[in-house]
């Protein structure tokens, strides 16, 4: 019997009732009473007769159904039932559609987390969640190509964060890898791009570096509207000139041990720049003395997120600290984008008390938490010299901040400040 033709296929119309047209082989043309035009396949296995349904026309050519129909008969001759591969086939697709990118992400991000810093693993997770998990990560990793990874970099690119659109690439890179050795990825797109990123220009991050520049800065940025805890956050930055990411995670337990007689913040080394080897070990807690001004600013924090566990939380999810791109966005917008990042807050320090007190070159180190590499450099540095340091911290805080308002009236007014105790006692009811 002659099969089917495109034109008596393209031709036929529906009845009253479901027909068949046959073609070949047992493959044959079903066609319902509203006009569907599905192609089927007939085939014995096991003595017994069974129907596969292969695809519909016009989707699926005459030929293109021949096609699919030699390969059923193909697995049927191997042994295996064809109905039931498809069935698989279509299991597995299903199982990779669903597998995205965020999932499998943290996926890798706890596999790393035995070996990597605690202070190292929140920064790759929350550097994720920020700029790459709200635009890919709902996408199925094996959908996720060159393009999308590219575009996705761009945008951390346009904001003039160059480094860490670079990082960033590294991390996704890392996830493909991941996801192709557990069988879940067959290629990485972010390596492919990693030349068409922008340069990285090596030297130092943008820093304003003299005083009157800093204080225009400083009042530019604090006249700019923002989130009252952005404020606080930049100018707690500006006296105390941590590196953004540790003053972001600042949780409270650390402001709560501050003695009012001596007041010093402590940064466990576990929180801090060091080596792994170094975590952990409290001879590396980095101590901070905390001018009048730092005090007045935490105390201004206080009454805005004191009962919560971070000094500086997320604006959307309380129980998690703050990005510290928050500051860098608020710097942005009061004009400073690429003249200034956050970190750049301890090149302004460095270079105007260097400049007024250049003996005091090892203890203004120390107050950054720079290790030098010269030995008997490194065992002066690690001298707390706290008079010397506190003194040193005041006189920055009345110089940067002189003509400026107080934190409470930064915040529109004056506040009741709670004191230190009061504060301790009120959290411990919560608690």
Known sequence: MAGLTDLQVRKAQPAEKPFRMADEKGLFLFVTPAGAKLWRLRYRRDGKEQTLSLGAYPDMTLAEARTAADQARGVLKAGKD??????????????????????IAREWHDLQNSKWAPIHASDVLTSLES????????LPIRDIDETIVLATLRVVEKRGAVETARRLRQRISAVFCFAIATG????????????????LVPGRQP???????????????????????????????????PRPGTLAKTPWAEFDEIDDADPVWVIPAERMKLKQRHKGNEAFDHVIPLSRQA?????????????GPYVFPNARHAHRPMSENAMGYLLNRAGYFQRHVPHG???????????????????????????????????????????????????????????????????????????????????????
């Open 82 to 103: 064809p109905a039931l591969v498809k069935k698989i086939d279509k299991l597995v697709q299903q199982r990779q559609n669903g597998e995205t990118f965020e999932p």
């Open 131 to 138: 700029d790459v998990f709200p635009a890919i990560g709902s």
């Open 184 to 199: 879940r990825a067959n290629r990485d797109p972010a390596a492919v791009v990693k030349g068409a990123l922008a340069p």
């Open 345 to 431: 807050f301890r090149a302004t320090f460095s270079s105007v008390m260097n400049e007024r007190f250049p003996a005091d070159r090892y203890i203004i180190d120390a107050m950054l938490a720079h290790v030098p590499k010269d030995k008997v450099e490194a065992a002066y540095n690690r001298a707390q010299h706290l008079k010397r340091r506190r003194e040193l911290a005041q006189e920055w805080a009345d110089l940067i901040l002189k003509d400026a308002p107080s934190a409470a009236e930064l915040l529109g007014g004056p506040r009741k400040i709670l004191s230190m105790e009061t504060f301790r006692r009120k959290r411990r009811s919560v608690a």
């Open 295 to 307: 005090l007045e600013v935490i105390d201004a924090l206080r009454a805005l997120t004191g009962s």
């Open 207 to 241: 820093a304003v570096v003299s005083l009157d520049e800093a204080r225009l800065m400083l009042r530019r940025v604090e006249d700019t509207p923002s989130h009252p805890v952005t404020k606080l956050a930049v100018r707690l930055l500006a006296l105390t000139v």
